[in-house]
């Protein structure tokens, strides 16, 4: 497990401070589970999956790199985003995202007819590169 709990904590892009700030507990405990010197207790195991939507048998048990993360529905997907937008105090791009969207609801329709478009023409042109 300390090897799929490091694999894990790299695949986010986290510290083990961060990590553990996320859990609310100290880098250093991060540390001792990824030495292997201490294995989380269920509470721990229950909280990382929840926190960073992992899949718990990946966890415990281990797999394919695939099967790390729960695969969720888009509704689901959407509201985990928008769960975690709501929750963001001091994060410039959720900051930004969020006043995007209020000014988004401030336009006439004719205004959002015109921004659709040009957000399709934008995700296509993604897709397609």
């Known amino acids: 497990m300390n090897e799929r709990l490091r694999k894990l904590r790299k695949t986010l892009d986290l510290t083990q401070r961060e990590f553990g700030e996320r859990l609310g507990v100290k880098g250093n405990t991060i540390a001792q589970y990824e030495l292997g010197r201490n294995e989380p207790i269920d509470a721990v195991l229950s909280l990382i999956c ?4 992992v899949s718990e048998d990946w966890l ?70």
Do not use: H, P, W
């Open 50 to 53: 929840r926190e960073f939507g």
């Open 60 to 129: 415990r048990n281990g797999g394919s790199d695939d099967d790390m993360f729960i695969k969720l529905s888009k509704d689901e997907e959407l509201a985990m985003c928008t769960q975690m937008l709501l929750d963001s105090t001091d994060d410039v791009v959720a900051d930004l995202i969020k006043e995007v969207i209020i000014i988004y609801e401030n336009l006439d329709n004719n205004s959002k007819k015109i921004l659709k478009n040009v957000a399709q023409n934008l995700i296509d042109k993604i897709k397609n590169t």
